[in-house]
């Protein structure tokens, strides 16, 4: 009897064991790269540096309320189901209408204050959206007006693409900012920075979000994160994968993955010797615009980095179509306007006439030599160039030593000035830390990124002048002073110029201050743009993941960086395990 037991016993743990097998083995997955932080240093803390940041797959956590089509003007609605401007004769308001039923991760509820203790702590953190807005209210539980002291044609972008994060995990710290408004405090009360501070330093237990997938930290490796599919998201049934397997790296990291098709799909900067040999093994190669690229940074505290002559010579000095090569094969193109704003966004705000009269910085050394004997620096006996101050010039190069792409890109910069006669040195440093050593003024030049995928130029604007500078609240910054004496506009304040155009609900009406910005940016060069990246995102089609749109689908038009096309993909149920 003792037999039959222990035979009976082994059968059912043999039929447990293959059950369990075939379910693993009945998991679909999709999988994904993205470079992440991991504890200590990574947090969970979504409005605070350092937080575990997974890209394109955000969205599928603490979701936003929309995701926006660039070529057909539309919207893919999420959280919010509707909005209009109001009232309609003078419309001071945008009020939106949120979709009901929702369950966060953790049960609770969405409502309207999640989104007014989500806006409002961003706050805290001078959220550009804050220069129009100046108060967020509830008018029900699903219905949010946000009023405008400066109507803009913004406000819908910054609110609509925002996360929205729980008030059940945040909901402690706006209510603590929430007092301090009531008592007339502002952002620049040291109360209110003191709130800040101890904000940045809170770290929820995991992300929680109301999207189709949720975040166990015992899922989070140094190699690898496995978001899990969300079984009360509201949307279930497009939801194709049950597991989002996201590698953690940059270039060189992916790389190997994808050749072993252990990837589905990344968006990393790929040179042109590796996008060759994923050509070769049968990889789909899409490229989607980024409206954006590498640009030189200077760190205008540095004499004489902080002269527009320098910066001239210097965009003068670099082959772009070459620098453009080098890093990206035809997945870079180099700028055409150097105005700081894509060359396929300009058209439409500037016309054929003011574009004309653009100086292109075409690749001049004698034009470079020409400027800076100019301002009386000379060649010194070595072939370096000397200022007026008798200081050689000579400069470190800071990059993101994991971006292979501006790697590539920095090392030929180096390599073109110092043939030049500015001698200058690569120095590579970890991509997470690089944004901090800007903010802090720790570096002479540095390689980052111009531009935004954003459909109107104040996002590309932000980004050119405001993200990196002493405004941006994170520090010192590239100290490029934004109040600055131009010869065809006198005195302009930038970061005003900035706001203003996206100033009104006239598109047509903002053209004016786009087109003035674009000439200012052109002669002062605070930031010198290298070339405009178009993706070269490998895609492994037919392995674990199915039905890829072609490329005329409209999402492909959008930037794989700010409305990505295959998160759209994920979330309408497009791409589909392979039975």
Not at 490 to 511: I, M, N, R
Request: a negative charge.
């Amino acid at each position: 009897m003792a037999r039959h037991k222990s035979l009976f016993v082994g059968l059912l743990v043999l039929s447990l064991l293959v059950l369990g097998s075939f379910a693993a083995a009945a998991a679909t997955e999709f999988h994904g790269c993205w470079p992440y932080l991991v504890p200590p240093q990574g947090h969970f803390n979504t409005f605070a540096t350092n937080n575990i940041n997974l890209g394109m797959y955000w969205d599928m956590m603490e979701q936003p309320m929309a995701i926006y089509y660039w070529t057909t003007d539309d919207w893919m609605k999420l959280l919010a189901v509707d909005w209009e401007l109001m009232p309609e004769n003078n419309p001071d308001t945008f009020r939106v209408h949120l979709r009901e039923g929702i369950k966060w991760h953790d049960g609770t509820d969405f409502t309207s204050k999640d989104v007014i203790s989500t806006f409002y702590l961003g706050y805290l953190f001078n959220w550009a959206v804050w220069s129009y807005i100046d108060r967020v209210e509830a008018v029900d539980d699903h219905t949010i007006d946000f009023h405008m002291h400066r109507p803009s044609s913004v406000v819908p972008r910054y609110i609509l693409r925002e996360h929205i994060r729980a008030y059940s995990v945040y909901g402690k710290h706006y209510e603590e900012l929430k007092a301090l408004l009531d008592q007339g405090k502002d952002a620049e009360s040291s109360e209110v920075k003191q709130l800040r501070l101890a904000f940045s330093q809170f770290q929820p237990r995991t992300i929680i979000g109301t999207g189709p997938y949720t975040l166990e930290p015992t899922d989070l490796t140094e190699a690898a994160v496995e978001i899990k599919r969300f079984p009360g998201y509201w949307d279930s049934e497009k939801i194709k994968f049950d597991v989002i397997k996201i590698y953690n790296g940059e270039t060189p990291t992916v790389t190997p993955l994808l050749m072993a098709r252990e990837v589905d799909f990344a968006t990393h900067g790929f040179p042109p010797a590796s996008e060759k040999q994923f050509v070769e093994l049968g990889l789909r190669i899409a490229r989607p615009p980024i409206y954006s690229g590498p640009a030189v940074y200077f760190n205008h505290n540095i004499y004489p980095l902080n002269r527009k002559e320098v910066r001239q010579a210097i965009a003068y000095a670099i082959n772009k179509d070459e620098n453009a090569t080098v890093s990206l094969g035809e997945s870079a193109i180099r700028q055409k306007y150097m105005t700081g704003l894509s060359d396929n966004i300009l058209p439409i705000w500037v016309s054929d006439e003011d574009m004309a009269k653009m100086n292109p910085y075409r690749f001049s050394l004698e034009k470079a030599a020409e400027i800076l004997t100019g301002i009386g620096f000379k060649k010194g006996a070595n072939g370096i160039w000397v200022d007026d101050q008798g200081h050689a010039m000579e400069y470190d190069l800071m990059v993101p030593q994991e971006f292979a792409d501006w790697s590539a890109s920095a090392q030929n910069v180096a390599n073109q000035l110092t043939n030049f006669g500015i001698k200058t040195t690569v120095r590579g440093v970890t991509h997470t830390q690089v944004p901090q050593e800007i903010w802090n003024s720790r570096y002479e030049i540095a390689v980052q990124g111009w531009g935004a995928g954003n459909p109107h130029p104040h996002f590309s604007y932000y980004q050119d002048l405001i993200t990196y500078n002493y405004t941006s609240g994170q520090g010192p910054g590239m100290n490029f002073p934004l109040v600055q004496q131009t010869a065809e506009f006198g005195e302009v304040d930038l970061e005003e110029a900035v706001v203003a155009t996206a100033d009104g609900l006239d598109s047509e009406a903002q053209k004016a201050t786009v087109t003035k910005l674009a000439f200012i940016f052109n002669d002062l060069l605070p930031i010198v743009p290298l070339w405009e990246r178009y993706g070269n995102n490998p895609i492994v089609d037919g392995l674990r993941v199915t039905n890829w749109p072609g490329d005329d689908h409209p999402a492909w038009g959008n930037s794989p960086y700010a409305d990505n096309s295959v998160a759209i993909f994920l979330l309408n149920g497009e791409l589909e395990p392979v039975k």
